[in-house]
């Protein structure tokens, strides 16, 4: 963890070295920002920022997570069978007996869930065989379906604030925005060279920022699709991307090995 004004390095939570961990592959605050969730290997660790340093990581349910999402409520939403096709509901993934507290395992698909992320309280969106689709908690079947363009390759997913847009990054160089409530095409990020790897929303919803193997993160206008500004530096592909709570910094992950933030204007 670092500090966002001055860049110095507050604490080590994982050392690769130390603990035999493996690459880390996601990481994402809970709702309250109470707990940090890791996605290492195959495997879902946790950490509670909260408690002392001793002991703070715990093991989740190993069940092949390749993407994860938790909303506003808390429920985390992980990939569940071998073949990846399911999802499965749980209130705390971390608990001792959290397969014995499964609040549903649903959502079957034909083929391997690639992307997922939480819409609201009750819902998420995934991607699956080049299929975007929305489900609700209590379903077993789509809200709605949209097939993405045959040439699309998907490769990250968010959903803005209050759930109302999402945003699928293509590794062909665009950003597709589709309505969260109808699944509607909504307009197309376009100005990367190269694959984009990474989206984020600005919490406010109106700003939209994207990562990509061009060595650049872009600030696009979520209404209009217009660009805002380039953050240039980065000396290879630009793998991860995110607003500050407040919206008013931006963080950008490389893979050259390090993490910049930039000051960002409304």
């Not at 092949?64 to 409520?73: E, I, L, Q, R, S």
């Not at 240039?232 to 630009?238: L, P």
Request: charged fraction near 25%.
């Amino acid at each position: 963890m670092w500090d966002a004004e001055t860049g110095k390095e507050q604490e080590r939570l994982v050392d690769g070295e130390k603990n035999d961990s493996r690459r880390i592959d996601q990481i994402q605050l809970s709702p309250d920002a109470s707990l940090l969730y890791l996605v290492t290997g195959e495997r879902l660790f946790i950490n509670k920022c909260s408690v002392a340093k001793e002991n703070r990581i715990f093991l989740g349910l190993g069940c092949g997570v390749k993407w994860f999402g938790v909303n506003p409520a808390g429920i985390t939403y992980l990939g569940t069978n071998d073949a990846g096709t399911a999802l499965m509901m749980v209130k705390d993934p971390f608990d001792e007996d959290a397969r014995d507290k499964l609040l549903r395992t649903s959502h079957t698909h034909s083929g391997p869930i690639d992307l997922l992320a939480g819409v609201g309280d009750s819902a998420v969106v995934t991607v699956a065989g080049g299929v975007l689709r929305r489900w609700k908690a209590d379903s077993d079947e789509p809200v709605w379906e949209q097939k993405l363009d045959e040439k699309a390759q998907p490769a990250h997913l968010s959903v803005g604030a209050g759930g109302t847009i999402v945003a699928v990054a293509d590794k062909g160089g665009g950003v597709h925005l589709f309505s969260a409530e109808t699944g509607k095409a909504a307009g197309t990020l376009s100005g990367h060279t190269g694959p984009v790897r990474a989206v984020a929303f600005n919490p406010n919803g109106k700003q939209v920022v994207t990562g990509g193997e061009d060595k650049t993160a872009r600030v696009w206008d979520a209404k209009s699709g217009k660009e805002l500004a380039q953050l240039e530096g980065h000396t290879k592909a630009v793998t991860g991307v995110g607003f500050s709570p407040g919206g008013d910094m931006i963080v950008t992950g490389c893979a050259d090995k390090t993490a910049r933030i930039w000051a960002f204007t409304k």
